[in-house]
């Protein structure tokens, strides 16, 4: 089984920052992509950013420029440095994970449980 724990998520004024975590345990063989996705409320999840195992990253015309994927595959973790922020930016964070357990077995998608971004005016 693997988890995937988020934390970083907080209050901020607008024009502010804040630094989402993801790290992942359980049993892996490889992790291929991660990303974060956002939904806000009555809306559906929406990409934000994404980081290949190779390194190239995606990122949602709304966050280009001001926020940044990074990951640390010894750490099994991903992390989304979220600069200028502004109200538009909030909602609910979650990390997934494109995850092979082990050598033999498919990959799977793993989500965390979300960890709520609010920006204020």
């Known amino acids: 089984q693997v988890q995937l724990v988020e934390s970083g998520g907080g209050l901020v004024q607008a024009g502010g920052s804040l630094r989402l975590s993801c790290a992942a345990s359980?049993?892996?063989?490889?992790?291929?992509?991660m990303g974060w996705y956002r939904q806000s409320p009555g809306l559906q999840r929406d990409l934000v950013a994404t980081?290949?195992?190779?390194?190239?990253?995606n990122y949602s015309d709304s966050v280009k420029g001001r926020f940044t994927i990074s990951r640390d595959n010894a750490k099994k973790a991903v992390y989304l440095q979220m600069n200028s922020l502004n109200p538009e930016d909030t909602g609910l964070y979650y990390c997934k994970m494109i995850v092979r357990t082990t050598e033999r077995r498919n990959e799977f998608q793993y989500w965390g449980q979300g960890t709520q971004v609010t920006v204020t005016s």
């Open positions: 980081v290949t195992s190779g390194g190239d990253t």
């Open positions: 359980g049993t892996i063989f490889m992790i291929n992509s």
